[in-house]
Every structure is written in structure tokens, then in C-alpha cells.
């Protein structure tokens, strides 16, 4: 599986923001180009409560990786299916977000351009970040893969034997671009030392 070379990120109102900013510093550092960062008012709020970032720092440093978007920013190219990158990541992806794309309905640009993705039959991964997951939640997800997304939980591994925060944020990052076919060293995979 040959990975992408052009994604788009959406950024959503769960816990987990500190994996979308270690996926953009990894992806630049990898060479792949982002074609644009999607950013929902509940993923700026959350930064700023776990990450202690302002929303114009937040914005600023999304800034310096790709263009941003905000969630009701229809302008945007990415609200087209002409104008779509050869793959999409959500991370992390809300239940809200989740609900949205599985049930077909672009009130926002997040599910309007996962919705073109899956249109056009590109790459879709969908990392999301809640516990516990009732029925709704579970069968919105199966959904979601029964229309071609790739449903990447951020659900911590511990057979790398993690030290830090950061080696649990580099595994779920690590999922992340395996489900892309981006080749990555960034975490041990099992019976494997990392780099």
C-alpha cells in the first residue's frame, strides 16, 4: 500500500488534540504535504483546556503547518469533491463528527468533506476518542466502515512499553499513518525496538 502525498486534517471537539499536533509535525517531517486543517470551535476549546493554548496560538501553530479552516467555512476548497486530497484524517474525531458522516448529513466542513472523500473513494481515517461507546456510537462506526472509512481508535497499546505521554501520543500517531501506508518508525511495534 502506497502511502499519500497530499491529506487534509480535521481537528474535532474530543479529548485527544495533542495527536493531531504531533500527526502535523511528524507528516512534515515525513515530506507529506497538507492540503488543508479543518477546525471545529470544540476542538479550540479543548485545546485550550488540556493543551493551555489561546485559540490564536492554536490557530497560529495549525497555521504554520497548512491553511486552516474553521468548521462553517464552506468557502474553503475542501467543501468540494473536485477539490479533494488523496486521503483525509480525523483525530481526533468527536462522536458528534462520527454521527454526522455515518449518517450522510454535510452540515459542517468536517463531515461535508469526509462525506466528498467517501464519494470519490479516498482514504478516510477516522480516529475516535470516547469511552465508553453505547450502541448509538458503535453502530455509527460500523457504518462508518461499512462506507470505506478507517476507524483508528485512539486507544493506547502498552506492549511498547510507553515511559512518557509522548510514547502513548507516538503510538495512536503511529496507528494513524499506518492506516495511511505512511511508512513510520516513531513507535515499537510488537516483538520491535522503535527508532
Known amino acids: 500500500m502506497q502511502g499519500p502525498t497530499n491529506i487534509s486534517i480535521a481537528i474535532t471537539g474530543a479529548s485527544g488534540v495533542r495527536v ?4 502535523l509535525e511528524v507528516l512534515r517531517n515525513q515530506g507529506v504535504k497538507v492540503s488543508g486543517i479543518i477546525v471545529s470551535q470544540g476542538a479550540v476549546e479543548v485545546a485550550k483546556y488540556e ?12 497555521r504554520s503547518h497548512a491553511r486552516v479552516y474553521m468548521d462553517d ?10 477539490n479533494q486530497p488523496e486521503a483525509m484524517v480525523i483525530a481526533p474525531a468527536s462522536t458528534k463528527t462520527v454521527a454526522l458522516i455515518a449518517n450522510a448529513i454535510p452540515s459542517n466542513l468536517v463531515s461535508r468533506a469526509a462525506l466528498a472523500m467517501l464519494r470519490l473513494g479516498r482514504r478516510l481515517v477516522v480516529a475516535p476518542r470516547e469511552t465508553p461507546l453505547g450502541i448509538g456510537e458503535l453502530e455509527n462506526l460500523l457504518k462508518l466502515a461499512r ?9 493506547p497499546g502498552f506492549y511498547h512499553k510507553p515511559k512518557k505521554v509522548e510514547d502513548m501520543v507516538d503510538f495512536s500517531v503511529g496507528k494513524i499513518l499506518d492506516a495511511l501506508g505512511i511508512e513510520t518508525r516513531i513507535y515499537s511495534r510488537w516483538m520491535e525496538e522503535a527508532d
Do not use: K, N, Q
Request: glycine share 6%.
Open 73 to 82: 467555512d464552506f468557502s474553503s476548497p475542501l467543501a468540494s469533491s473536485s
Open 20 to 23: 493531531s499536533l504531533r500527526l
Open 51 to 62: 493543551e493551555d493554548m489561546e485559540e490564536e496560538e492554536f490557530l497560529g501553530l495549525l
Open 147 to 155: 462506507m470505506g472509512a478507517i476507524i483508528v481508535p485512539m486507544c
